[in-house]
C-alpha cells in the first residue's frame, strides 16, 4: 500500500510560480510512475503531468507543458510538479498518483493522495 502525500500548494498572484511536492510511502518508490492531476471546482480531474519510474520519461499535455514541468528525486521518495506563470484558471486542488505502469493520460492509478489546494488571484 502506497500513501501519498501532497503539499505546496497556496494562493499566488497570475505570473507567480509554485512547485508541488508528492511524498510516497510505504512502497518501494522505483516501482511506481507518478501523475498529476488537477480539480477546479464543478470541473471533471483532469491530467497536468505524468513521469516514469526513473525520471527518464515525462509527458505533459500542450495545455500546460510550456509552464509545468514535472521530476522526481528517487532518494527522497518525491516527484515534484514545477508550475510556472501561472494563471486563474489554473487554480485547482492538485492531487498525485502512483501506479505500476506509465501511461501517461491515463486516469487509471492505483494510488492517489488527498491533494493540495493552489489558487491564482488577478
Known amino acids: 500500500q502506497v500513501q501519498l502525500v501532497e503539499s505546496g500548494g497556496g494562493l499566488v498572484q497570475a505570473g507567480d510560480s509554485l512547485r508541488l511536492s508528492c511524498v510516497a510511502s510505504?512502497?518501494?518508490?522505483?516501482?511506481?510512475?507518478v501523475g498529476w492531476f488537477r480539480q477546479a471546482p464543478g470541473n471533471e480531474r483532469k491530467f497536468v503531468g505524468a513521469?516514469?519510474?526513473?525520471?527518464?520519461?515525462?509527458y505533459l499535455p500542450p495545455s500546460v507543458r510550456d509552464r509545468f514541468t514535472v521530476s522526481r528525486d528517487n532518494a527522497k521518495n518525491t516527484v515534484y510538479l514545477q508550475m510556472n506563470n501561472l494563471k486563474p484558471e489554473d487554480t485547482a486542488v492538485y492531487f498525485c498518483?502512483?501506479?505500476?505502469?506509465?501511461?501517461?493520460?491515463?486516469?487509471?492509478?492505483?494510488?492517489w493522495g488527498q491533494g493540495t489546494q493552489v489558487t491564482v488571484s488577478t
Open positions: 513521469i516514469n519510474w526513473w525520471g527518464t520519461s515525462t
Open positions: 498518483a502512483a501506479d505500476p505502469d506509465y501511461a501517461p493520460g491515463s486516469n487509471d492509478y492505483d494510488y
Open positions: 510505504g512502497g518501494t518508490f522505483t516501482e511506481y510512475s
